[in-house]
């Protein structure tokens, strides 16, 4: 039977897997992981045996293509389904409303997931549409934070005037980071955004004078229109609400421009798109900008909301949580980026308990999306036609150029 | 002082080289940074406190200083072999004809998972040994240096050209070289690619193990960070010299060990992790294809 062969290949795995961890967590640990890899192995091959030779039963065949019609015919019948406005009106009530009924706590975790639904999209526009894997994207973040704190304490310039001149700061270390990188092919530029990251962070924790080092910078100016100050968090709530209207709706038509498909040209081939008469360089370093405005905006409401900053908040840890919402999503595709800010904010929130395995999971999840689903949970049509794996006419074919000179 | 400096420098940058190859050789074959490879150097260093943590208790260091300390080595090396192989296995083979971006993310999550990994398991707190071994310093050419130095830059010197000989002289080497170059035109005259592959992980992981097990006896502690630090200086070091090339990321190495130790002692300490990154950023400007690399032009 299949699942005696099966079982070989997973002893070995778990036992394999035991060995490595033992070192480090010990005899009782390590037989735990090894007998929980053994058993939900077998598990998952059962339940997939299972499902399979269910699928070739004709009873049970007719029966899921009852069930499918059934919905089809439910979702069909739905007004909303039918009318894209009918729902857009009732995600946009339910938006506004829902949170009237909620506590303190469930509304911040809201105002959290809109920050980073701002940075996600941000990010979406560089990596997702441009192809340009920047790893240090949080020291955008970080600038406009830093910016707003700056323009408050030392000029007390009011949030309003802030928030473009926060997102211009950071897009203007944008053009910077592009024109330095522009000659970079996409695995360089991954570490040399790295690097960036890394020496934000060390200027803010050691600049004591301007940036007050690593205690940060206290008492920033909170948001106010006339003599009305934000300071519920509902208050800070539709703000945020209304900024991540905003962004989706410029990325949107962004995405949808001239200007969007060109990067997508880039993305998919940077020779071909130069080729067609693309102006790649002016249009990376575009990409760089526009994704960083978006992060400083983001950070200037975090500033804002908080009233205060430090270093501690913009580390390479960061760029990869926004990363994983960008990849855990789809790439690419605006609806599938912010579902994903979504999961990984409220997630931890609602397993708090586990609060601890909350990187460990991110991790793992970067790379079994990009083993198992390199489209995300909700993919752009086109990056799932470029990321299938090519099938085997096409594997022969290439993909596996390796420099030439390359001494090894 | 300035002797001494340029003895930490070099112990540092020995350490620099040695995990440098394990990314420059990734590199020729795979075309991809192994962003997970920190982490290997920093699992083999774990691994070295806790075998000597463990050999101490048993005795065997007290009695058997050389013997305990050569296990050390061994087991740390097999270990990281083990995770080098179950790395390139899980989270690179499936991905070898993927678009270029997927196997880049899956690096950088490995290298995440493995962090926080060592991190759930040891604890976020440095893991600390006490110094087993004497540090008298020797007195050389008037400065005092300490022996662990002179044993780091010997053992890595010793390692490289190991590796260099292995490369250039046998069977095995000669394939190696041959998937860099083109891996289809070497399936073809019969290597076995994933073959060379597994080995060539195994020995960047082997390297990056002894180059741990060197530093945490060196420091007599280690912390589930280390790696990431470490890793991103080693690949600036395998720039530096021209990736995919074995001696340039030697020369890198030690290179980078030594602006890096001048630099804390005459200009900034604060800012000493600056300058790896500029020497970076600088290099891949004014020359991408580092001091020693060949100029190689994008296939298309």
């Not at chain 1, 809109?114 to 441009?130: C, D, E, H, P, S």
């Not at chain 1, 997630?347 to 990009?370: D, H, N």
């Not at chain 2, 992980?201 to 390297?207: C, K, M, Q, R, T």
Request: include cysteine; proline fraction near 4%; hydrophobic fraction near 55%.
């Amino acid at each position: 039977m299949d699942l005696n062969l099966k079982f070989l290949p997973l002893t070995g795995l778990s036992v394999w897997i035991g060995l490595l961890v033992l070192p480090f967590v010990g005899f009782r640990q390590a037989a735990l992981i090894a007998a929980a890899i053994l058993f939900g192995g077998l598990l998952w091959s059962a339940a997939i045996r299972i499902s399979r030779s269910a699928r070739r039963s004709p009873r049970i065949r007719m029966l899921l293509d009852e069930t499918e019609r059934f919905i089809r015919t439910l979702v069909a019948r739905r007004p909303a389904a039918r009318h894209p406005v009918f729902l857009f009106g009732i995600v946009t009530g339910l938006l506004i409303i829902g949170p009237l009924g909620m506590n303190n706590y469930m509304i911040d975790v809201l105002t959290l997931a809109g920050i980073y639904i701002v940075l996600a999209l941000g990010l979406n526009i560089v990596v997702g549409m441009a192809g340009l894997l920047d790893l240090g994207y949080i020291s955008f973040y970080a600038i406009g934070a830093y910016s707003y704190a700056l323009l408050s304490t030392r000029l007390g310039i009011s949030f309003w005037a802030a928030l473009p001149l926060g997102g211009l700061a950071a897009a203007a270390f944008g053009v910077v980071l592009g024109v330095i990188t522009l000659r970079l092919r996409g695995d360089y530029l991954a570490i040399v955004t790295l690097g960036f990251i890394q020496i934000v962070h060390l200027v803010l924790n050691n600049w004591d004078r301007v940036t007050n080092g690593p205690n940060g910078i206290l008492n920033i100016g909170r948001p106010a229109i006339g003599p009305f100050v934000f300071s519920q968090p509902i208050h800070f709530y539709y703000l945020i609400l209304a900024i991540v209207s905003l962004t989706i709706l410029a990325v949107n038509r962004l995405s949808r421009s001239r200007i969007g498909r060109a990067w997508i040209a880039i993305r998919e081939d940077e020779v071909a798109a130069q080729a067609m008469g693309v102006d790649t360089t002016r249009l990376k370093i575009l990409a760089f900008a526009l994704g960083a405005f978006w992060a400083g905006i983001a950070g200037v409401f975090f500033a804002g909301k908080f009233a205060f900053v430090s270093p501690e908040s913009f580390t390479f840890f960061e760029s990869v949580i926004v990363l994983s919402m960008v990849v855990l999503g789809g790439m690419g595709s605006i609806p599938g980026v912010v579902l994903g800010a979504l999961i990984v904010v409220i997630l931890p929130e609602v397993l708090r308990e586990f609060a601890g395995y909350r990187m460990l999971v991110f991790g793992a999840a970067l790379v079994l999306m990009m083993v198992f689903r390199p489209q995300g949970l909700i993919g752009n049509p086109r990056w799932r036609i470029e990321l299938r794996p090519p099938g085997e006419d096409l594997k022969t074919q290439g993909r596996s150029s390796v420099n030439g000179g390359a001494d090894v | 002082m300035l002797l001494q400096q340029i003895v930490n420098g070099l112990a540092l940058g020995a350490v620099y080289a040695l995990i440098a190859l394990g990314y420059t050789m990734v590199y020729g074959i795979l075309e991809l940074i192994n962003f997970a490879h920190g982490e290997i150097y920093m699992i083999g260093a774990y691994l070295g406190i806790l075998l000597l943590t463990f050999f101490t208790t048993v005795g065997l260091t007290q009695n058997h200083l050389a013997l305990s300390l050569f296990l050390v080595f061994i087991g740390s090396a097999v270990y990281c072999a083990g995770y080098g192989l179950t790395l390139e296995r899980v989270a690179y083979r499936p991905l070898r004809h993927a678009n270029r971006l997927s196997p880049l993310i899956s690096a950088i999550g490995m290298s995440i998972f493995l962090q926080n990994y060592v991190m759930l398991a040891q604890g976020s707190t440095d893991k600390v040994f006490p110094h087993v071994l004497t540090s008298e310093p020797i007195i050389l050419l008037g400065v005092p240096v300490s022996p662990l130095q002179i044993f780091i830059i010997l053992t890595s010197i010793l390692l490289m050209t190991g590796l260099h000989l292995f490369v250039k002289k046998t069977r095995l080497g000669k394939a190696m070289r041959a998937t860099a170059q083109d891996k289809r035109m070497a399936g073809l005259v019969g290597v076995d690619i994933n073959r060379v592959i597994a080995i060539t992980f195994v020995i960047g992981s082997v390297l990056a193990a002894a180059a741990g097990v060197m530093v945490a006896i060196y420091y007599g502690l280690v912390n589930f960070f280390i790696g990431y630090v470490a890793g991103i200086k080693a690949f600036t070091a395998a720039v530096l010299g021209g990736i995919g090339n074995i001696p340039g990321a030697m020369l890198g190495g030690f290179i980078l060990g030594l602006v890096e130790s001048l630099g804390a002692s005459y200009i900034s300490s604060e800012y000493k992790d600056v300058f790896a990154f500029l020497i970076l950023i600088v290099v891949l400007i004014l020359r991408p294809s580092g001091l020693l690399g060949e100029k190689i032009s994008e296939k298309v």
